[in-house]
């Protein structure tokens, strides 16, 4: 079994486009992952993660771990996944 640090620099994945900011690592694939993903991004303030969009095989989360300002919440509706 492969472990990966979710306190690490190791981002392998970028987005720097206005609105949509993002680093990430695919944390299932470091890991061994064969039949689960998981990704580990991190949102500049102001930015989206993804556009609204549906899955039909498969169920999605978005968990906020922590915020540089403290606690902070994600705005509902089409914007999912702003950070405010």
Known sequence: MKSFNLN???WDLTRDR???RRKGVGVGERIGGELI???MSEVEPGSRL???H???LNEEWV???RTGLGARGLSPGPAFGKVT
């Open 63 to 65: 968990i906020v771990l």
């Open 8 to 10: 690490s620099d190791e």
């Open 18 to 20: 206005e609105g949509w």
């Open 37 to 39: 993903g998981a990704t």
């Open 50 to 52: 993804w556009p609204y």
């Open 54 to 56: 549906t899955h039909y």
